[in-house]
């Protein structure tokens, strides 16, 4: 499993056509979790990837450990993250083990990637303090551009993996009816869910627009009001007691 988790580190080396999405949404994402979380001290995220959301999260919270199975990854975030003192663990998520408890538990694009995300929702529930959170953001199949792109026929199936989520090692996409879905058989409770930047176009066209920061940033914000629409989803979730 080692070598496999290793063999997709080359999509989080920068030099991809479709880095220009994963800023956007990877320094988004930890921002907005962290204006719903205020008041919380621990976090534990499942996951480097490209080191965005974690170099966000280690500057908000007293306590942050983060799990990933990589050593490439681990060693590329070390590289691109120099600065970033935060406390990584080298594990599957589907061993850890530990007897602390987190205010703040965040799997963000992680669902995507694994053989059973209901397995690793329920196991996590055990990290939880009595109020914590979990909070999910996943990629959205029926995002507007992809929504487009079927219209026009360029896309026969929405819930078709790309060459991009192959590299990136990428087993499903997600809709807001089947996140809920896998929620609830997890045993958690959906507190919020929003979108995470509504994208119109194709990621080549709209780095042909040249679109300015105050742009991108709006479509951030409205994405919020429409999780269904929106190139991820983003869900705070509770434990049902």
């Given at each position: 499993m080692k070598n496999k988790l290793d063999s997709h580190v080359g999509a989080y080396q920068g030099k991809n056509l479709y880095d220009f999405d994963n800023k956007i949404l990877l320094n988004w994402y930890p921002k907005r979790?962290?204006?719903?979380?205020?008041?919380?001290?621990?976090i534990l995220?499942?996951?480097?990837?490209?080191?965005?959301?974690?170099?966000?999260f280690s500057k908000a919270f007293e306590r942050h450990l983060v799990l990933d199975g990589s050593s490439a990854v681990i060693e590329n975030f070390k590289k691109?993250?120099?600065?970033?003192?935060?406390?990584?663990?080298?594990?599957?998520?589907?061993?850890?083990?530990?007897?602390e408890?987190?205010?703040?538990?965040?799997?963000?694009?992680?669902?995507?990637?694994?053989?059973?995300?209901?397995?690793?929702?329920?196991?996590?529930?055990?990290?939880?303090?009595?109020n914590g959170k979990l909070y999910l953001a996943v990629p959205n199949a029926e995002v507007l551009n992809r929504r487009l792109g079927n219209l026009a026929g360029?896309?026969?199936?929405?819930q078709s993996l790309s060459d991009n989520d192959i590299l990136l090692g990428h087993k499903?996409?997600?809709t807001v009816a089947s996140l809920k879905e896998d929620i609830k058989k997890s045993g958690y409770k959906v507190e919020k869910m929003e979108g995470i930047y509504l994208k119109p176009l194709a990621t080549s066209q709209m780095i042909s627009l040249n679109l300015s920061e105050s742009i991108i940033n709006a479509m951030c914000e409205i994405g919020i009001s429409y999780p269904e629409l929106s190139c991820g989803i983003l869900a705070e979730l509770t434990e049902i007691k």
């Open positions: 979790i962290i204006e719903l979380a205020q008041g919380a001290k621990s995220e499942l996951g480097l990837g490209h080191g965005f959301s974690t170099n966000v691109n993250f120099s600065a970033c003192s935060v406390e990584v663990k080298e594990t599957f998520f589907e061993t850890f083990e530990t007897n408890k987190f205010d703040v538990i965040v799997l963000g694009f992680i669902l995507e990637h694994v053989d059973d995300p209901c397995a690793i929702l329920n196991k996590y529930r055990n990290f939880l303090t009595t360029l896309l026969p199936d929405m499903r996409y997600y």
